[in-house]
């Protein structure tokens, strides 16, 4: 089993069934995950309810994926502190 701790991942329509599934189960092996939705109030109710360990970091992104300037933007805020490890 390969470690996801401290891992970066990005996840696109982290509001939505599979999104919030995969949320969950990377922040359970503590992954850096940075959640990519246009829900900003379900991504609240997800990150309200979602265990953090020490020095994880879980950081929501609102961006509608349709927009191309909106992605650009948002994953060179992302690259500019962060590698990106897993990008779902």
């Known amino acids: 089993m390969i470690d996801l701790k401290y891992k970066n991942v990005v996840i696109t ?3 939505g069934g599979i999104g919030e599934s995969l949320v969950r189960k990377f922040a359970e092996y503590g992954s850096n995950i940075f959640l990519l939705s246009r829900d900003t109030n379900k991504m609240q109710t997800i990150i309200s309810k979602i265990s953090k360990s ?5 950081t929501y ?4 994926i ?4 909106d992605v650009k933007n948002v994953f060179n805020r992302i690259i500019k502190k962060y590698n ?3 990008l779902i």
């Open 61 to 64: 992104y609102s961006l509608d």
């Open 84 to 86: 990106i490890d897993i």
């Open 54 to 58: 020490d020095n994880q970091i879980i």
């Open 66 to 69: 349709t927009n191309e300037e």
């Open 13 to 15: 329509g982290a509001s």
